[in-house]
């Protein structure tokens, strides 16, 4: 089975300053790996996905994301937090076993960026 | 492209009442996924189709829950009878398969309040 662990319910960080949204993976085969955000009663939006290749991922917005298979990690980055950047963030999983069909999603992290 | 559209985007009724959810795939998409999203267990994938016909739905809690695709343009999610229990936000999200690749794009949710 696929899982995916994002181990912080809510990150915060004071504007300006760097973040990062931490995910970890689980999956059969080399993993399809995507990060989402959803503002308050909004749909979930793609940032960045990672399939093969470069290991940093550019995405929307400035974030950028780092595929580490040793670690199984794909963490979530922007070098200068804005408040607008607050919101709750999904990282995201699809592998061999569901035939790269499926996504498995986290719990969600929430972001918080203080002015 | 007007996206993934879901309605209604919010719906309050009352316990054992049928409730239809419906959803517009964004056009070319020919995979449909239904998830539903709850503070207490995240995202979850219920269903998903492939060019209109169902290929997982082990996801779906139980039988009072059930889906269709006629077209490709149109899909519901029906709930008879609903419960208290089945309140949550209801996300669509389509995606073209052509590769195992491509990104999977959300509709903007309906909130389900059951009473």
């Known amino acids: 089975a696929q899982s995916v662990a994002q181990p912080e319910d809510q990150v915060n960080v004071a504007e300006g300053n760097p973040l990062t949204v931490k995910c970890t993976y689980s999956?059969?085969?080399?993993?399809?790996l995507f990060w989402y955000v959803q503002y308050p009663n909004r749909g979930l939006q793609f940032l960045l996905k990672?399939?093969?290749?470069?290991?940093l991922v550019k995405g929307s917005y400035g974030f950028e994301a780092e595929f580490n298979k040793s670690q199984t990690s794909f963490h979530l980055k922007k070098p200068s937090a804005l408040v607008s950047d607050s919101a709750l963030y999904f990282c995201a999983v699809s592998g061999a076993n569901s035939g790269y069909s499926t996504l498995t999603f986290g719990k969600g992290t929430m972001l918080l960026v203080s002015p | 492209d007007a996206g993934v559209i879901q309605s209604p985007r919010h719906e309050v009724t009352e316990m054992g009442q049928e409730v239809t959810l419906r959803c517009k795939p964004i056009?070319?998409?020919?995979?449909l996924f239904w998830y539903r999203q709850t503070m207490m267990r995240g995202l979850e994938l219920l269903i998903y189709f492939n060019n209109n016909v169902p290929i997982d739905d082990s996801g779906m809690p139980e039988d009072r829950f059930s889906a269709k695709m006629p077209n490709a343009s149109f899909s519901t999610l029906k709930i008879q009878p609903s419960e208290p229990r089945d309140s949550a936000v209801y996300f669509c999200?389509?995606?073209?398969?052509?590769?195992?690749?491509?990104?999977?794009?959300f509709g903007p949710g309906t909130r389900l309040t059951v009473l």
């Open positions: 990672y399939i093969t290749g470069d290991n």
């Open positions: 056009s070319g998409h020919n995979s």
């Open positions: 999956v059969s085969g080399n993993p399809y």
């Open positions: 999200a389509s995606r073209w398969t052509g590769t195992s690749t491509d990104t999977q794009y």
